[in-house]
């Protein structure tokens, strides 16, 4: 049965945000923070559970990205961390554009990826984790997303 109880959820920055409504399992949710972080949150087990979040830029990074995007008056500018297989942490930088619906998603030395039909910079991100962890079959190297694994201890929300 699933919990209907809101328990309000902990930004990195220690910043407590309500949990948003919602209850079907495997649902996902976003959540904005005062300190202009964007949670992303799962609901697993009943609970909302922080699957990543996504750090504001001051500004656009210039190598790689289209100048399409770059120059675009409503593009958000993000970061977030990955973890490869050997616990090395490194920067994803994501540049999104609301108004037409894209993302690109730059990490280290690869061309950026390209997507469309985005709505939020939080779904740019899950779609570029599930390309990037194909990673073998694509001949990419494997990684894990440095806040993918559910966290120790009880669920966050719920």
Same mark, same amino acid.
């Given at each position: 049965m699933e919990n209907s109880k809101m328990v309000p959820l902990a930004c990195p920055c220690g910043r407590t945000l309500? +949990?948003?409504p919602g209850h079907v399992p495997g649902a996902s949710a976003e959540l904005a923070c005062g300190c202009g972080r964007l949670l992303d949150l799962e609901r697993f087990d009943g609970a909302?559970?922080?699957?990543?979040?996504l750090v504001p830029e001051r500004s656009v990074p210039i190598g790689g990205f289209s100048l399409e995007l770059r120059l675009r008056f409503d593009v958000q500018r993000w970061w977030f961390e990955i973890q490869d297989i050997a616990l090395r942490r490194t920067? &994803?930088?994501?540049?999104? +554009?609301?108004?037409?619906? &894209? /993302?690109?998603?730059?990490? +280290?030395?690869?061309?950026?990826?390209?997507? %469309?039909?985005? !709505? +939020? !910079? *939080?779904? *740019?991100?899950?779609?570029?984790?599930?390309?990037?962890? !194909?990673?073998p079959? /694509?001949?990419?190297? !494997?990684?894990?997303?440095?806040?993918? %694994?559910?966290?120790s201890g009880p669920p966050l929300g719920g």
């Open positions: 309500d +949990s948003p909302w559970l922080i699957r990543g979040e920067i &994803v930088h994501v540049v999104f +554009s609301p108004g037409l619906g &894209v /993302a690109e998603v730059k990490h +280290s030395d690869l061309k950026p990826l390209r997507l %469309t039909g985005i !709505a +939020s !910079a *939080a779904e *740019a991100r899950r779609r570029w984790i599930d390309w990037f962890e !194909a990673g079959r /694509a001949g990419r190297p !494997a990684v894990r997303s440095f806040r993918r %694994t559910f966290p």
